[in-house]
């Protein structure tokens, strides 16, 4: 994905669905959905556990959320993003991002066979800085 169609993406882009988004504000996935919730995203944790992370609704999977969503932000482990990028077709999400670090074929295939964009192996946060910041 070129720099323009990053920066299209991250601008029309409202909400923002972290899926695997800890509540421990010392990881890297807390700390990415805070800097997108203060940047004006809404962001919806997808986590098996809690209630609420970041003052949001926890949804423990990406069909429970009843409502749009923009971006599927992944924080998973790459051999655990094919269902995730299943998930996110099925919800109509616009996007599948894989965070610094992850990239898969699969998952990558399904989404663009589907229509979404996809960006593999860049930080949402990094990438908003450079682009927006």
């Not at 589907?114 to 908003?128: P, R, T, W």
């Amino acid at each position: 994905m070129t720099d323009e169609m990053m920066r299209e993406l991250l601008e029309q882009s409202h909400t923002v669905a972290v899926v695997g988004l800890s509540p421990k504000p010392d990881r890297a996935s807390y700390q990415v959905a805070q800097y997108l919730q203060n940047h004006g995203y809404r962001i919806v944790p997808v986590y098996p556990r809690e209630e609420t992370i970041l003052g949001e609704r926890v949804y423990a999977r990406l069909e429970d959320i009843p409502f749009p969503v923009d971006v599927v932000d992944v924080f998973r482990k790459a051999e655990d993003t094919p269902p995730v990028a299943e998930s996110a077709v099925r919800i109509g999400a616009k996007a599948l991002w894989l965070q610094l670090g992850i990239a898969n074929e699969v998952a990558r295939s399904i989404a663009e066979a589907a229509g979404l964009a996809v960006v593999e192996d860049h930080c949402i946060k990094i990438e908003h800085q450079r682009l927006l910041g």
